[in-house]
C-alpha cells in the first residue's frame, strides 16, 4: 500500500521506502519500471475514487516491463546453468579423488604394494636406527673422553701428592 509521497521525496510502500531514482534509463529492470508504474498511480489525478494517469506514458512502461522479463529470465537461467556446470565440475573432482584414493588403498593392500610399503618403512626404520646408533657412538666417546681426562687428572694429583710425600721422606 503506498501514500502519495511529497515531491522530490521517496516512495513510501508497506515493506519500506523506495527510491525514485534506482531505475537506469538504457536498461531498467524489472522492479524499476514496476516502481515507475507505481509512482504514476500515487501521482495521479483522484477523480471519483479513480486515479487518472498519463496513458502514453503507461504504455511505454508496460512495454518495457515486456521486454525486461525474458531479458531477466534469460539471465536468471544462464545462472542457473553456470551454478550447475559448478556443481557437475565438484563432483567430477570429487570422483576423481575417491578413485585416486581407492586406486591407492589397493595398492596398499595388494601384495607388492603391502611388500613395497613394509620395505619403505623398514628403510625408514633403519635409517633412524644408524643416526641414533651413530648419535649414541659420539656421546659415549665424549663420556669416555672425558672420564679418561678426569681419571688423569685425578692420577696426576695422586702422583704429586706422592711425590710430594717422597721428598718429605727424604728430607
Known amino acids: 500500500m503506498y501514500t502519495r509521497p511529497a515531491a522530490g521525496s521517496d516512495l513510501v510502500t508497506s515493506d519500506g521506502p ?33 486515479v487518472m494517469i498519463d496513458e502514453n ?6 512495454d518495457q516491463l515486456r ?3 525474458p531479458a531477466e529470465l534469460h539471465q536468471a537461467r544462464r545462472v542457473i546453468q553456470q551454478r550447475q556446470e559448478i556443481i557437475l565440475g565438484a563432483q567430477d ?20 604394494g603391502l611388500t ?15 643416526d ?3 648419535s649414541a657412538m659420539i656421546e659415549m666417546k665424549r663420556f669416555a673422553q672425558q672420564m679418561l681426562d678426569d ?19 727424604s728430607d
Open 18 to 50: 523506495r527510491r525514485n531514482d534506482r531505475h537506469t534509463p538504457a536498461s531498467p529492470g524489472i522492479m524499476d519500471i514496476i516502481e515507475r508504474l507505481e509512482s504514476q498511480v500515487v501521482a495521479g489525478r483522484r477523480v471519483m475514487g479513480k
Open 57 to 62: 506514458e503507461f504504455f511505454l512502461l508496460l
Open 67 to 69: 521486454q525486461a522479463v
Open 93 to 112: 573432482e570429487a570422483e576423481r579423488v575417491v578413485a585416486t584414493a581407492r586406486e591407492r588403498a589397493e595398492y596398499l593392500l595388494s601384495e607388492r
Open 116 to 130: 613395497a610399503e613394509a620395505r619403505y618403512v623398514g628403510e625408514n626404520v633403519l635409517r633412524h636406527a644408524h
Open 132 to 134: 641414533n646408533a651413530d
Open 151 to 169: 681419571v688423569e687428572a685425578a692420577m696426576n694429583r695422586n702422583l704429586s701428592e706422592i711425590a710430594e710425600a717422597r721428598s718429605r721422606l
